[in-house]
């Protein structure tokens, strides 16, 4: 459990020695990328009034409505993550790829009930679909000068600690302490001493001048996924109308595992020889959400959709443990971890994200549309997407004394980081009788109030279509870039002077490369 000591650092992701449940979790399940089957990525995920492609059902239910025979399809995926980090004037490089599941969807079409009716089908979806890929690797390091991570540990122990044989590694051991100061003392990265009956705490990576001048690193893997679950129903009143809903289970599992080094390279004299201290972490979660579209056709070529996508909201559950490993010259080396303070046993957190409310509003013009499909045809696509990320939600479910607390501190820290953001998705195909071409883009705006702190998105996507007698094979490609900034730590204000983390600057790129095959029947 987090203690109030930790809570303002750790709210905003900024502390190394225990990141679990902070507002960056908030984002990372609020966020998506584009997503369905290689046609839908290839035109930029622009599907919100797209009808006829069965990805489209997973933006707007109402799409589920065009379609008057049934549907399957499933897509295999293959992305390749880098990443650049560029820390105190120093660039690494690091990449990461994996296979996977992109979307399987099957759709029951509906004919026509009654006689004479305007109400020309009602249809029904069922499916899985990939909404974001956390696989990924990023690497950074550079000397600094005044700042290490072990000047946390040791201000967190000099201002929370008495006894430090029973605080630091004895039954008395505290969640928050067990993550740092306790790693730190129980290795010797940190020790203490007694100055005129009173209890001082030092680092060994401080000289005996109070300099300190060491290598540092970052290196950290994740992995894992966000699908959701869709149940879906359409209609389609006299060809003009259609109206749908659908029912979503989001389900999210992410792992991550962090790890911070820094190596002496002071010319002065220090105790500190290295240490490294690992953050494993591992999210699994399950929500609920609702989402209601309409899609209208004043003109045969023209439709025009609009779509309101509820909060999910997300239960999930934390496991996590911190390990260090330190080399000092008067100790050598020493290993602790946070689970020799809880029997053995990793810490564990349950919580609740709520994310934000989505609204859309969609069109799509079809050229030269024919019966006759040797003649060539094809549309442009459009999506615009509001959301505000400044109205998630965090709820805790681990200690009644620190729960309320502890989502109001976080609540207060996401409307003060975050702003509502645009996403733009456009997307175009040209159809050459059974060979369709296709391009497209989308633009994820930047949460962040701050302007110092860009996250926005862009993909870049193209693909290629063959479609014959009810058979169809897609190929794509989506060419993702973003750029974020991360601090490892903040340091309080001290006696000595030392100071915070500088910031790194990171650039991602992923390639997606795509394969669907579908069936209609």
Not at 114 to 140: A, C, D
Not at 211 to 240: C, H, P, R
Request: with cysteine.
């Amino acid at each position: 459990m987090l203690k109030k000591m930790v809570l303002a650092i750790t709210m905003t992701g900024a502390c190394y020695a225990l990141r679990a449940q902070n507002i960056d979790d908030a984002l990372r399940y609020s966020s998506s990328i584009p997503a369905g089957t290689a046609r839908a990525q290839a035109v930029g995920g622009a599907l919100g009034s797209l009808g006829g492609e069965v990805s489209s059902i997973y933006v707007n239910p109402a799409s589920t409505g065009f379609f008057r025979t049934s549907d399957f399809s499933f897509t295999l995926g293959f992305q390749e993550a880098s990443s650049k980090g560029t820390y105190l004037g120093k660039t690494g490089t690091d990449n990461k790829g994996n296979l996977n599941i992109t979307n399987a969807t099957l759709i029951f079409g509906g004919k026509r009930k009654i006689p004479g009716s305007k109400w020309e089908n009602f249809s029904f979806g069922l499916g899985i679909n990939r909404t974001n890929n956390y696989n990924n690797r990023v690497y950074y390091s550079g000397n600094s000068v005044n700042s290490s991570q072990s000047v946390n540990y040791y201000l967190d122990a000099q201002a929370n600690v008495t006894d430090p044989t029973s605080q630091l590694g004895g039954n008395q051991t505290i969640g928050s302490l067990a993550h740092s100061a306790a790693l730190a003392w129980q290795t010797f990265l940190i020790s203490d001493t007694t100055i005129n009956n009173q209890l001082i705490f030092y680092s060994a990576a401080e000289s005996v001048n109070n300099t300190i001048n060491v290598k540092q690193e970052s290196m950290q893997t994740t992995g894992g996924s966000a699908n959701e679950l869709s149940f879906d129903f359409g209609t389609n009143y006299n060809n003009t109308l259609y109206l749908g809903g659908s029912v979503g289970v989001p389900v999210t599992h992410y792992t991550r595992d962090k790890t911070w080094k820094e190596t002496n390279i002071n010319t002065d004299n220090t105790n500190l020889n290295t240490f490294s201290v690992t953050e494993h972490l591992t999210t699994d979660g399950t929500g609920i959400n609702v989402k209601l579209g309409a899609i209208v056709k004043p003109v045969r070529p023209l439709s025009l959709g609009v779509t309101l996508h509820s909060p999910s909201w997300i239960w999930l559950t934390d496991t996590y443990r911190t390990d260090m490993t330190t080399i000092t010259k008067s100790n050598g080396q020493r290993s602790f971890s946070s689970v020799d303070t809880n029997n053995g046993d990793a810490d564990e957190s349950k919580y609740m994200v709520r994310t934000p409310w989505k609204g859309i509003v969609s069109a799509t013009y079809l050229f030269s549309p024919s019966a006759d499909t040797r003649r060539p045809t094809g549309f442009l696509t459009f999506d615009y997407e509001y959301v505000d990320y400044a109205s998630m939600k965090m709820r805790f479910n681990n200690d009644p004394s620190y729960d309320k607390e502890d989502g109001d501190l976080r609540n207060s820290a996401i409307k003060s980081t975050y702003q509502a953001a645009s996403n733009i998705r456009i997307g175009g195909e040209l159809k050459l009788h059974v060979i369709a071409l296709r391009l497209g883009y989308a633009l994820y705006g930047n949460p962040y109030k701050s302007s110092d702190m860009d996250a926005t998105r862009h993909y870049y996507t193209g693909g290629i279509g063959y479609r014959n007698k009810g058979f169809y094979v897609d190929l794509g490609v989506v060419i993702g870039d973003s750029k974020r900034q991360e601090q490892p730590y903040v340091t309080p204000t001290n006696a000595q002077g030392y100071i915070s983390s500088g910031i790194a600057q990171i650039k991602g790129n992923t390639t997606n490369v795509l394969a669907t095959c579908g069936w209609k029947f």
